[in-house]
Structure formats: structure tokens, C-alpha cells
């Protein structure tokens, strides 16, 4: 058991380290509004498509193996999205509310916190499975996401052919997705190993990828959102943080998924609340107060569920 803890702390504490290094230089007014826009930004354009593409080019792993993985987290996500919608249309009674809600539930931060903690725990193997993982898990958020949210548009031209054009245009648009593709393809045909200048500077690129992300998601932390949180954005947290890895576990286990691919499983799964469910919630005429409540309680409070949830699959044995 001694054992397990201490894999859980070392998967865990470097992610909150730099979570609370970016806090405290928001507090400090080292880390302004701007710095954060343009630091994400940065990030989210440059540094994880380049984590993502030679994470996967540069790696050995049989994608063909990791199809079960795949299906259990797509059938995992659905789960979670249809049954946060149906308790949103019975205790929610806001429109503008419901969406936040059901977003907040299903909606992970994989592409900062769980390739993160999945990097933290398994290397570079661990890492090019996430990437494939989020890769496809991305995609069918975005259109989750829009799905739940549209109920409060009040937009005349805003129809299910405008919003089917925007998720379109969304993910051939996201370099994530592009990237992930683009190294596929590379993959896939008779092409020399990337080498020399060009993979120096990705490389150089993709190590600056995950602390900058999580040092601006720690201040972007709004701590009065969080130690106030709304009772339903308590739901929201307790759907992300406690329900989420339960049923992710339950349906692993269903498929008989173990070791890293449950590892991996789990930890996208049991990452807060994405930081894009903020932005797409006030784009899109949702709660911003409700998006951000979740967000902020989720990104700290999840990061110690994580850990528990980690120390208790590898007491187990089953990550």
C-alpha cells in the first residue's frame, strides 16, 4: 500500500507544484490576465501539437491495440453525458444553467491535466496512448458540448445547420486534432525518421508544452469561486470528481482493461473540468459564474481524487 501512495503522490504533486507556482505569481502580479491569454494560446497553438505529433511518431506502440480503450471511452463519456442530461432536465431548472451543468460533468481536462499525470505515471508509452485517447475523446466533446449548450441560444440565424457547420469548422480547425492526424499519416506512409533541426526544435517546443499549460491554469484559479461554490455547481464537482472515475473504473473493468491502459483511463477521465467548458459556456450564452465555480473547484479538489483514486487502482493492481 506504501507503494501505491507514494506512485500516486509522485503522478500527482508535480502537477499541483506548478498549478500553485502559477497561482501564486497571479497573486503576486507576475502573471497578468494577458500573460495567461497569450501563454494558452501559445500552448494550445505551438507547444501540444508538437508534444502530440512526436509523441506519436516517435513511439512503437500498436495503435491497433489500443481500439478497446478507445470504445471505453467514448461509451464512458456517453454514459456521463446522457446521464448528466437527464438529471439536468429534472433538478436544473435554468436553461442557461443546464448545459454548464452537464458540460462540467462529462467534460475533462485531458489535454492539460491527464496527459499530465499520464506522462508523470507511464512515460513516453503512456503518454503516446493518451495522445491517441484525447485525440478521438476530443472530438466527440466538442460535439457534445455544443449539443448541451445550444438549448439557450436566442440567436434568429443560429440553427442546427449553422451550429453543425461551427463543430465542423471547430475540429478541422483545433491543431490538436491536426496534429494527431498529421502524425498518423506520417505514420502510415514510407517517410525517414524526423531528425536533426527539426526534431530539436519540436522537442524544445513540446518540453515547454505542459508546465506552461498547468502554470497558467493555476492562475487562472479564482479563489473566491472556489471556497464559494453554488450548490449546483457542488453537484457539477461531485458528478466530475467522484462519479466520473467510478463509472470510467466500472466500465473498464467491464472490458477487461488493466494496467496502463486503465491507468490511462482513469486519469483522463478523472481530470477536473476542462478550461475550454469555460470559454465555450459564455460563448455560447451559457452560466459563466456557474462554468467558472466548476472549474475552479475541480482543478484543485480533483487533483487530490486523482491521487486517491491512483493509490487505490495500484493497491489493487489494476493500473
Not at 460535439?143 to 451550429?163: M, P
Amino acid at each position: 500500500m506504501i507503494d501505491a501512495i507514494v506512485f500516486a503522490i509522485t503522478i500527482v504533486l508535480p502537477n499541483l507544484f506548478l498549478m500553485w507556482l502559477g497561482f501564486f505569481m497571479q497573486r503576486r502580479g507576475e502573471a497578468s490576465q494577458t500573460f495567461i491569454d497569450q501563454a494558452s494560446s501559445f500552448v494550445f497553438n505551438y507547444c501540444l501539437p508538437c508534444l502530440l505529433f512526436f509523441s506519436v511518431v516517435d513511439s512503437d506502440v500498436d495503435y491497433g491495440k489500443q481500439i478497446t480503450l478507445i470504445l471505453v471511452g467514448i461509451l464512458v463519456t456517453f454514459i456521463l453525458f446522457i446521464g448528466a442530461e437527464f438529471y439536468a432536465k429534472r433538478f436544473v431548472k435554468r436553461p442557461e444553467d443546464q448545459g454548464v451543468f452537464v458540460q462540467g460533468v462529462f467534460r475533462s481536462n485531458m489535454a492539460i491535466i491527464g496527459l499530465a499525470t499520464v506522462a508523470n505515471a507511464y512515460g513516453a508509452q503512456g503518454l503516446s496512448i493518451g495522445a491517441v485517447y484525447m485525440g478521438v475523446v476530443t472530438i466527440l466533446f466538442n460535439i457534445l458540448a455544443v449539443i448541451t449548450l445550444s438549448r439557450v441560444s436566442k440567436s434568429v440565424d443560429d440553427t442546427w445547420v449553422s451550429r453543425g457547420t461551427m463543430i465542423v469548422k471547430k475540429l478541422l480547425t483545433n491543431p490538436l486534432i491536426l496534429a494527431l492526424v498529421g502524425a498518423f499519416v506520417y505514420k502510415a506512409l514510407p517517410l525517414p525518421p524526423l531528425t536533426g533541426v527539426i526534431h530539436t526544435t519540436g522537442d524544445l517546443l513540446a518540453a515547454v508544452a505542459l508546465p506552461l499549460a498547468l502554470i497558467c491554469a493555476g492562475a487562472s484559479i479564482n479563489l473566491k469561486s472556489m471556497l464559494h461554490p453554488s450548490g449546483l455547481s457542488m453537484q457539477a464537482s461531485i458528478g466530475r470528481i467522484v462519479i466520473a472515475p467510478l463509472i470510467a473504473i466500472a466500465v473498464g473493468l467491464g472490458f477487461g482493461l488493466s494496467g496502463v491502459h486503465m491507468g490511462v483511463l482513469f486519469l483522463m477521465v478523472a481530470s477536473p473540468t476542462a478550461a475550454a467548458s469555460y470559454v465555450m459556456a459564455k460563448a455560447m450564452g451559457g452560466n459563466d459564474v456557474l462554468a467558472a465555480n466548476i472549474l475552479a473547484f475541480t482543478t484543485v479538489v480533483g487533483m487530490f481524487g486523482m491521487a486517491i483514486g491512483a493509490a487505490s487502482l495500484r493497491a489493487l493492481g489494476l493500473m
